[in-house]
Structure formats: C-alpha cells, structure tokens
C-alpha cells in the first residue's frame, strides 16, 4: 500500500457538521452549544478483515459511536455511568479502544500515528469515573507519584515506561505488581531447552482510584532454545474503576502452582491474570485492595487491615 492510501486510513478530526460524511448527518446526535469533540475513523485493515467505517463524539456524560454498515449509518449511545471499563490498545501501526458498557460493547480500530486524537475519550472516562478534574499540565505532585514507577527499569523497561503513561493526574499509586514471563512448558533434550513456552508479563497497577492492567497483545509466546521468543511490539491496557470492582478472587492451579487472579466486574464480566506462585507482592495487593474497597464503600478497615496508602518504600515494598 502506498503511503498516499495509508494515509487514508489515518483517523480525521471533525470540527464541524459540514466537514462530518453525510452518512452520518441523519443520526448524529442533538447537541447545543458548541460542536462536540469528534473524531472519524475510516476503514482499516486487509480486504479479508476490513473494518467499517466509524465516527466517535464525545459529550460530557456520555460518548455515541456511530457506524457504517452496508451503506447505513446506526447510532450506540455509552453513558460514561454505564461504562464498566476500557480498554485500549496499540500494537506497531494497529490501535484500538474497547468501550465495555453494562449491557453492551463497542470497539473502534485506528491507525497508531493519530493515537492523539482518541486520547481524550480514554481520558475523560477514566476521570469521569474516578472523580477527578484533569489540570492541563503536570503538576510536582504528579512527577513524584510517577517515580514510585521508575524501579520498574531494572524489571522491564518498557512496562515502566506504560506504567508512567498510564497514572492521571491527581491518582495515588498504592500497589505495583509485575509478573515476568511464566514458563508452562519446556522441552529439554540432553540438559539443554529445546523449547519453551510461556505466558507473556503483565502488570497491575493499584491507585485509588482505580485498577490498571497491563499486557502483551499475545498471551503466550513460543521461545526457541535461550532465546526471548515472540514479538512484542505494543500492549494492552485496561482501566477499571474501582467502583465498578465487585471483588477478587485467587485460585491455585493444581498442576504447575500458578495462580489466576479474577477480577469480578459490575455488569457480570471479569478480567483475569496469571501470576507465579513465588510472587510476593500479591499478598499485599489483595490486603490493600480491600482497603481501598473498604474506603470506597464507606467503611473503615483500620490500619490492621492495611489501611491507607503508603508514601514510601519503607512503607510498601513494592513501590518504589
């Protein structure tokens, strides 16, 4: 494809309703005031994975999604109440934002070089639903709560570097465990790998305001004798609120020990993530955790149940 045709595919802002497709005029929202932040997504992707034209607006308590469909346009309303999670993700030149509703989902795919202008329908969700008035730059506070992510470098410099990316201003950082890969399967042949196969790191990260996770695009990878195997060009993102969490549970693998962490969401869906089961800091997750739900749902914990946020290393061990 030439770059003249990719650049058709690039997403478009929309300023106003005569730059709008006309396809779109007759179901596009009522509004009042000044035209709404909007953003058209053309066509992407090979023939055999095509995706349909899309045109995403955004209000102060809800986002509509509209879409092209065999030369029709249809109209989704997502009230930012009704939003359960999003996810987003971004892998070499392919990105995509899912919207999990209560009832419902929609997912726009785009091309990564104009990932700015999808950013603020991710960000104004995310505040929506954790309360927070997003200031226009960042402030000291939020420089230093940043830095509790820098001892991430040593681990795997590129999770630290979403880690960063994913705080908004004004969240507390409580919690920050990271998982390496896990190697489910191996074969040797005279005391030497052959093959292995593993389930890819992953993050979470614990603020007050809600629960971030962190993965590659694939799951498992296959590696080939010492080598890191698989291609990891992206990830994955989801933001959870933790208003919208109904709970945690940890369930031990009778086979290898590992441990699958399921987090309940409101809205019966759920997320779920692997960990090793010589992974310390999840003890102190789940203990925090509950804090935090005890907090957000009026209740005091006290300081034996792991109440409050720590400031410090000394404090929690696992933030730097």
């Not at 934002?97 to 795919?109: D, E, F, R």
């Not at 104004?124 to 939020?142: I, Q, W």
């Not at 509790?148 to 630290?160: A, G, T, V």
């Amino acid at each position: 494809m030439s770059s003249v045709e990719t650049m058709k595919e690039w997403p478009m802002l929309i300023r106003s309703e005569e730059e709008m497709p006309a396809i779109y005029q007759d179901v596009f929202p009522g509004y009042s005031g000044s035209f709404p932040y909007t953003v058209f997504l053309p066509s992407t992707g090979a023939f055999w994975n095509r995706t349909n034209p899309k045109l995403i607006c955004m209000f102060d308590d809800r986002i509509y999604v509209l879409e092209t469909q065999a030369n029709r346009a249809s109209s989704t309303c997502y009230p930012l109440e009704d939003i359960v999670y999003v996810e987003c993700g971004r892998v070499l030149l392919k990105s995509w934002i899912t919207i999990n509703g209560v009832s419902s989902s929609a997912s726009v795919v785009f091309n990564t070089v104009r990932d700015y202008m999808l950013e603020p329908f991710v960000r104004n969700v995310r505040a929506s639903k954790a309360h927070l008035r997003l200031p226009e730059g960042r402030d000291e506070e939020h420089r230093e709560e940043l830095c509790k992510c820098d001892y991430l470098c040593e681990l795997n410099f590129k999770y630290m570097n979403y880690a960063r990316q994913s705080i908004l201003p004004g969240e507390r950082i409580a919690r920050i465990v990271y998982q390496p890969d896990i190697c489910v399967r191996s074969l040797r042949m005279f005391g030497r790998s052959l093959l292995n196969v593993c389930l890819t790191a992953h993050l979470i990260i614990l603020t007050d305001k809600e629960l971030i996770t962190i993965r590659e695009d694939k799951g498992v990878i296959t590696s080939i004798g010492r080598t890191r195997g698989g291609i990891r060009h992206g990830g994955v993102f989801s933001y959870l609120p933790l208003e919208g969490i109904v709970g945690l549970a940890f369930d031990a693998h009778n086979g290898d020990g590992n441990v699958t962490l399921s987090i309940r969401l409101s809205g019966d869906r759920s997320i779920h993530a692997t960990f090793s089961p010589d992974n310390a800091d999840l003890d102190s997750f789940s203990v925090t955790f509950d804090s935090l739900k005890g907090l957000k749902d009026g209740r005091n914990p006290g300081r034996d149940a792991g109440g409050g946020l720590c400031d410090d290393a000394d404090q929690n061990p696992y933030v730097a």
